[in-house]
């Protein structure tokens, strides 16, 4: 059962004068780590840092934002400017001037370390001591926002999208089944969307998007294409799906997508491998 609204606006107060953020910096507890991922184990002196937006780090509603995300920052004895992974050219290390860790000048953040955790928990941890000059929040802001931005979709599309029989439901559980050992999802690079209208639209109206599911191999590219396929009807008899229209589903691999496939299209990171599916749907079952 959801908790009341009054309970929510106090867990978020509880987690705001806390002073939670993006770039937060913190270890939880003993304890509290035996709720994280087993790949989120931290070593000596790592530390785990909130991604999600500060926004929403300290919304009122747990239902509509029931997750934060946080990632690995190992550390690092010696910063240097100049060096490529210090300045956000690549997409899955960013290194992260930071203060108040003895020996650390920095924090190696790798996006391929990252997890979605349930917001509630925030309200009996605390940030730690370390933190982030305002030069080196900005550039872990632009780092995430360049390479995993998050798109404004229509409410009511996320809506439709997310039922127990709409697309994105269909398409995560897709991307949690095992294949050979792994998530099906650890095959898939990226995914992008694009969508017929901004517009909040009544129930008597259906969305139409399109989707590109990049893939790293052929093999992934076959199981989804074999799982997914019966989501695309016909242009003269479409597939409504809780009120959402897939016109169109392109699955292949890096090398064969080209620039034409992903005009008009924004990279949707809430279906990418490095958003774990698997673990993100375990801990949305821990919600109540």
């Not at 867990?11 to 790949?39: H, M, N």
């Not at 690092?76 to 003895?102: C, E, F, M, W």
């Amino acid at each position: 059962m959801c908790a009341a609204k009054e309970e929510q606006e106090s867990w978020a107060t509880t987690i705001q004068r806390a002073g939670w953020k993006q770039g937060s910096i913190f270890r939880p507890s003993e304890d509290a780590s035996s709720l994280l991922s087993p790949y989120l184990e931290l070593g000596p002196n790592e530390w785990l840092v909130v991604c999600t937006q500060t926004c929403s780090v300290c919304a009122a509603n747990f239902d509509k934002e029931p997750l934060l995300e946080i990632l690995v920052g190992s550390p690092l004895p010696r910063y240097n400017p100049k060096h490529v992974d210090s300045k956000g050219r690549t997409s899955h290390t960013l290194q992260l001037p930071v203060s108040g860790i003895a020996g650390v000048q920095a924090l190696e953040c790798l996006l391929g370390r990252r997890a979605f955790v349930p917001r509630k928990l925030f309200r009996d941890w605390k940030p730690g001591s370390p933190w982030l000059g305002k030069e080196a929040l900005n550039a872990f802001k632009g780092w995430l926002a360049h390479y995993y931005m998050r798109i404004a979709l229509p409410d009511e599309l996320v809506t439709r999208l997310r039922k127990p029989e709409g697309i994105s439901s269909k398409i995560a559980s897709t991307f949690a089944m095992q294949r050979k050992g792994r998530n099906a999802d650890e095959g898939v690079v990226s995914v992008y969307i694009e969508w017929s209208t901004d517009d909040e639209l009544p129930p008597t109206r259906r969305y139409g998007i399109s989707l590109v599911i990049v893939c790293d191999d052929d093999e992934t590219r076959e199981f989804m294409e074999r799982e997914l396929s019966g989501l695309v009807g016909r242009e003269s008899a479409p597939i409504s799906i809780e009120g959402v229209i897939l016109e169109e589903l392109v699955i292949d691999t890096v090398e064969n997508i080209t620039l034409t496939d992903l005009s008009g299209k924004f990279r949707f990171t809430e279906w990418d491998e490095l958003s774990g599916w698997q673990q993100r749907l375990e801990n949305m079952g821990t919600i109540g």
